[in-house]
């Protein structure tokens, strides 16, 4: 499923206009101005019971190889968001 048909089920399950529910998706999901994003770039965790957890890990500076030259090159620390899904999502994708 792609955004389009995302917003084209949400509108049909919330009987919302299709501009409406595509307000609702970018409100919810716009990487740069979305709540979860705004929830990750805080550093606060988004837990959306039974669904899951939205929270951000920081990777710590590291040193790498190079795998063409061999040479060792210092990776920077950055933050990167993760993803864990709650127990009945994860019942339902079982089944």
């Known amino acids: 499923m792609n955004k389009t048909e995302l917003v084209k089920e949400l509108a049909k399950h919330t009987d919302l206009s299709q501009a409406k529910a595509a307000e609702v998706v970018d409100a919810l999901f716009d990487a740069e101005k979305g709540l979860i994003a705004n929830q990750l ?55």
């Open 41 to 95: 770039k805080s550093g606060d965790k988004l837990v959306i019971p039974g669904f899951g957890s939205f929270f951000a890990r920081k990777r710590e500076e590291r040193e790498a190889r190079n795998p063409a030259t061999g040479k060792t090159i210092k990776v920077p620390a950055k933050n990167y968001p993760v993803f864990k899904p709650g127990k009945t999502l994860k019942e339902s994708c079982e089944k």
